[in-house]
């Protein structure tokens, strides 16, 4: 890639193809009732405006690329799905075509020449030498970010008809200037205090309460003492997994499936391109530099006087695939070292040049037979389950035992006790045990489910045998735990009543932090100079510290606790924050952003009663589904 073009680029369609809108991506949703799955093609139609398969491919490929830019090469289109990615490029897509549709329903339009000045005037498509608007580092950057010229013009004018709407929403929102500069003078106040944690050693001994006392504890706190709802079952798995171990291949299947999955096993040559870029048109001065670098004239300096800076130059490294296509033919052929003649593209005239070349390379059979024979068997089993999973469900409807029924298909069959809601299944390792157990939890005691499916296809059938209803553990049965939990219990009120006493000290008799901690077999800490937040505190302060300090008058003490600790914080100094010199930029805008997203929420709500939106599920999996591994 582009290393100097991927930054501007990023910015550049953050800003001005997205970024008008892209609160509404937030706030604008797909709920069920927007969804169609009827005959239409389309992959969402939004009042008069659609979103066609080509479309939404096409963004969502630039998304994936995006996300390649950050997490690697490897990022896959499977990844960007699993992520969310595809519906968030829908939901991108829908909410540009809302607003779009409202300026158009509103009678908005864009000439062609507030699109141009829009798109000469971003300081990114700017020649960094003369500041004039270059077409070069304009088409280099469509080409980056996977846009065509036409997509980036019209995405500029839909962009700005939005920009009327919303403009019209949001720039009357106000915000006080005393108002935000008491906020930032609230923020920007410091204090600091000491303080000590109180010595437990002296608590550790803590006598056992009489028999009633314990008693009144176990029935107060009877939460802690109550034993769950727990279900008896029996159980029965069928998994592709399961047959693995009895699905045998033969060394025919194993090169037949070798042959067929070749290319998984090959790791592509790849090349290190560099380029110089003439516009289109521009021929002539095309075949004078090529002329030029026979003669022996330096790559890199003949780009330079074409206008072309380093970072345009330098493409990065490439597969026969990942290369603009018109390209790939000519740099492949290049040796190592070698420009190309001038090749035209829709970008204009280009010539390539390589740097350097990795071999491309493929691993044997021998090297890849565990791989081959795995995926053999997981294909056979997968294939068998489903005919088995047929019988399994066949024999259950006939109202054979789900014991008898199993065995006739080799599924696995558990007998369970004392399963409890959200725990899975009893310490049994077994495949999708969450899914498994909210099943249990909708059957009624006796009742048994139909043969059920996980979300990793494993299929199972449960019957619940008996339901234990919750109920409080009789205290003979967990005395031991009462009375370990009335100690600790008792333990921090009495550690959390002499704190108190010691703050009081301070705070009615004027004691000395120090010397109160110092009776106490403490040492006292010093918070920081903080602020609300926390920030500022020292090493290891907790930030309840910071809390405390913000409730106290000056010289003033209280006892906190913090976990198992128990701290006497006395506030020590004030730091006020002048509101009258507060600089309350950020505030005002962060008030201001905050009133117009409300306005746009409300506002975008309207339009979701107003503009007809559905979405057809059923040709975004159509379109994705058979090439998700990619």
């Known amino acids: 890639m582009l290393a100097g073009i991927r930054t501007f680029s990023k910015s550049i369609f953050a800003k001005i193809i997205f970024g008008v809108i892209a609160l509404s991506f937030v706030i604008w949703g797909l709920n069920a009732s927007m969804l169609n799955l009827g005959t239409s093609r389309e992959v969402a139609e939004i009042g008069s405006q659609k979103v066609t398969p080509v479309e939404l491919d096409r963004a969502f490929q630039r998304s994936v690329q995006n996300m390649r830019n950050v997490f690697g090469p490897n990022f896959n289109q499977q990844q960007a799905i699993q992520m969310g990615l595809l519906n968030n490029t829908v939901q991108s897509l829908v909410s540009q075509k809302v607003l779009r549709e409202d300026a158009k329903v509103m009678g908005i339009g864009i000439s062609d020449d507030k699109v141009r000045d829009t798109i000469f005037a971003s300081e990114n498509f700017k020649d960094p030498t003369t500041g004039q608007f270059s077409r070069d580092r304009f088409l280099q950057a469509l080409y980056t970010a996977g ?85 008896d079952v029996t159980l029965a798995t069928l998994s592709a997994a399961d047959l693995i171990p009895t699905i045998s291949v033969t060394e025919e299947e194993i090169a037949d499936s070798y042959k067929q999955r070749e290319a998984e096993f090959q790791t592509p040559e790849k090349r290190v391109v560099e380029q110089i870029l003439f516009a289109p048109g521009d021929e002539q001065s095309a075949h004078e530099a090529y002329k030029k670098l026979q003669e022996g004239a330096d790559f890199m300096a003949t780009a330079k006087e074409a206008g072309m800076d380093e970072g345009m130059v330098k493409l990065g490294e490439f597969t026969a695939n990942d290369i603009l296509p018109d390209l790939s033919a000519a740099t492949f052929a290049l040796p190592e070292g070698g420009y190309s003649e001038p090749v035209e593209t ?40 489903y005919d088995l999973a047929a019988k399994f469900d066949e024999e259950l409807g006939a109202g054979t035992p789900i014991e008898d029924a199993a065995r006739d298909v080799g599924a696995k069959t558990y007998k369970l006790s004392g399963v409890v809601r959200g725990e899975g299944l009893a310490g049994e390792n077994i495949d999708s045990a969450d899914e498994i157990n909210a099943k249990i939890f909708e059957l009624e005691n006796g009742e048994e489910s139909f043969l059920e499916e996980t979300g990793t296809g494993t299929r199972y059938v449960v019957r619940v045998e008996n339901i234990t209803p919750s109920a409080l553990r009789p205290f003979e049965d967990v005395r031991d735990d009462v009375i370990a939990a009335w100690k600790a219990d008792e333990r921090q009120k009495q550690m959390l009543a002499k704190a108190e006493e010691l703050a009081n000290t301070i705070n009615s008799n004027g004691a000395d932090l120090a010397a109160v901690a110092s009776e106490d077999g403490a040492e006292v800490m010093e918070s920081g100079l903080t602020k609300r937040t926390g920030q500022g505190l020292g090493d290891n302060v907790n930030p309840a510290v910071a809390a405390a300090l913000f409730t106290l008058e000056d010289g003033k003490a209280k006892a906190i606790q913090t976990g198992e600790d128990i701290l006497i914080v006395r506030l020590d100094n004030i730091k006020v924050a002048d509101a009258q010199t507060a600089d309350a930029s950020m505030v005002s805008d962060e008030l201001k952003s905050a009133i117009n997203e409300d306005i746009l929420s409300q506002y975008l709500g309207y339009l979701r009663d107003e503009i007809s939106v559905t979405v057809n599920n059923t040709v975004i999996n159509e379109l994705f589904a058979p090439t998700a591994a990619n």
Do not use: C
């Open 147 to 231: 846009y065509t010229e036409q997509e980036f013009i019209e995405g500029v004018r839909g962009d700005l008809m939005s920009q009327q709407v919303v403009g019209s929403l949001t720039g009357t929102a106000a915000v006080p200037e005393m108002m935000a500069k008491q906020i930032v003078a609230y923020r920007n106040e410091q204090r600091s205090g000491s303080f000590f944690a109180l010595n437990g050693a002296e608590f550790d001994d803590i006598a056992v309460a009489d028999d009633p006392t314990l008693r009144k504890f176990h029935e107060d706190n009877a939460a802690q003492f109550t034993a769950p709802e727990s279900r």
């Open 346 to 385: 829709a970008l204009g005239w280009h010539i390539l040049h390589v740097t350097s070349i990795t071999p491309g390379s493929t691993q044997s059979l021998d090297e890849v037979r565990d791989t081959i024979v795995d995926g053999l068997k997981q294909f056979k089993a997968e294939d068998s389950i």
